[in-house]
Nanobody
Framework: QVQLVESGGGLVQVGGSLRLSCAAS????????MGWFRRAPGKDREFMAS????????YYADSVKGRFTISRDRAKDTVWLHMNSLKPEDTAVYYC????????????????????WGQGTQVTVSS
């Protein structure tokens, strides 16, 4: 069974940091661009960050630019989202996703750019 498994979510205070992980299972995604999205309560899922298949390029939503960093280790088939200076409005379920086709660039910010999704991990930022 093909899976993307997120971990690392939890409860953190305002200004704190978390590192989310996304590990592939059942197949490799090392040659696919990867992305992170989130869905806050009562809102649509929104794009956060993406990384090219090689890891050489990244792309961010304006709301997290400078605070969040996406990275990957292709040998470990793992993608991370490092989140700093967290705010209450960052509270959401965070999802990782793998692009539809191999060898894609980083500028993939639409749901339709991705074919595989994880189940999500909850991040709660308390004030």
């Amino acid at each position: 069974q093909v899976q993307l498994v997120e971990s690392g979510g939890g409860l953190v205070q305002v200004g704190g940091s978390l590192r989310l992980s996304c590990a592939a299972s059942g197949r490799t995604f090392s040659n696919y661009a990867m992305g992170w999205f989130r869905r806050a309560p009562g809102k649509d899922r929104e794009f956060m960050a993406s990384i090219s298949w090689s890891g050489g390029r990244t792309y961010y939503a304006d709301s997290v630019k400078g605070r969040f960093t996406i990275s990957r280790d292709r040998a470990k088939d793992t993608v991370w989202l490092h989140m700093n200076s967290l705010k209450p409005e960052d509270t959401a379920v965070y999802y990782c996703a793998a692009a539809r086709t191999m060898y894609g660039g980083a500028e993939r910010y639409k749901d339709d750019d991705y074919a595989y999704w994880g189940q999500g991990t909850q991040v709660t930022v308390s004030s």
